[in-house]
């Protein structure tokens, strides 16, 4: 499917679903039909799917020959110096490119994402120019870029929409990599470090996919499923819950797969409230407005390692 098509059909989607309804859109695209559509350009804070434009980014250096996979990532001190979630290394560490790219997408690591994209483009100020301009490229006209790791900042958002293009050129431009998008756990210094995406675990077909979480989004996820020859991508934004979003995402994905749900679905069975209208969750996650807590902070404690790490599959 072009991007240009999907973004022609989103933007004929008129979605009669209340504001505090979670933004989810799921499509075909196979056929580049929009299955189902629930405010699907209503301006939302990504969280960690960042690091999908992040990896993008990085793949497309490596694609272009400015990078490999085997180049050397180094953490700087302020790339070391980020909030949680974190593989939590000292500055001057040293990993692969590709190595790197696992912990980011598995462990969702903040440090790691910075570290890339000082790697990328010399600093992350300049990352983030390129991670607008290839928004731009792409087409994602509701998504606006202030970091590479998609801790909260108020001006950094964007829609399911954006997320699902931004899926669709990852699978089209780096397919001989979307193994680092379905990634159950890496070990890293003798330490196991596992996806808590529980559809890494046992959903059939998985191609690709990435959680983010932070008070002022809720829990959001992008995902795309091959199987028997169709693709479909789906994405959920805001929904109140790591076991909800789970749950939600599964029942459109299933319907899509199956062919229970016709295009332009008007999801009447699928339960996908947000826990509050707007795109600022944070007093109703958190119980404060102030700063959001790091990205997927709630997964657990950072990870200790010293020098080069030493990982594996």
């Not at 991508?233 to 797969?257: K, Q």
Request: overall charge positive; proline content about 4%; some cysteine.
């Amino acid at each position: 499917m072009k991007l240009s098509s999907l973004l022609l059909a989103a933007s004929l989607v008129l979605s009669a679903a209340p504001s505090s309804a979670a933004p989810l859109l799921l499509l075909d695209a196979s056929s580049g039909d929009i299955l189902a559509a629930q405010e699907a350009t209503r301006s939302w804070h990504p969280a960690s799917l960042t690091k999908l434009m992040t990896a993008h980014l990085a793949l497309s250096a490596v694609r272009s020959g400015r990078l490999s996979l085997n180049s050397s990532i180094i953490l700087s001190a302020k790339a070391a110096g980020q909030a949680p979630s974190k593989l939590g290394v000292s500055p001057g560490t040293s990993i692969r490119l590709e190595d790197a790219l696992l912990v980011m997408m598995v462990k969702s690591a903040n440090d790691v994402a910075v570290a890339i994209a000082e790697a990328v483009s010399g600093s992350e100020t300049a990352f983030v120019t390129a991670m607008n301009a290839e928004a731009s490229r792409l087409g994602m006209s509701g998504t606006r870029f202030v970091n590479a790791s998609g801790l909260h900042h108020d001006r950094q958002v964007s829609n399911a929409r954006d997320m699902a293009v931004l899926m669709l050129a990852i699978l089209s431009y780096h397919e001989d990599h979307v193994e680092l998008f379905r990634t159950s756990a890496v070990t890293v210094n003798g330490r196991i470090l596992k996806n808590t995406n529980k559809l890494v675990e046992d959903y059939a077909g998985l191609e690709a996919t990435k959680t983010g979480y932070v008070c002022a989004s809720g829990f959001n996820v992008a995902v795309s499923v091959i199987r028997g020859g169709r693709r479909v991508v789906g994405v959920v934004l805001g929904a109140p819950s790591a076991t909800t979003r789970t749950r939600i995402v599964r029942e459109i994905l299933d319907a899509g797969l199956t062919g229970t749900t016709s295009p332009i679905g008007n999801l009447r069975t699928v339960k996908a409230d947000a826990p509050a209208p707007g795109t600022d969750l944070r007093r109703h996650k958190c119980g404060r407005q102030g700063p959001a807590i790091g990205t997927n902070a709630a997964i657990g404690g950072d990870v200790k390692a010293a020098g080069t790490p030493r990982l594996r599959r």
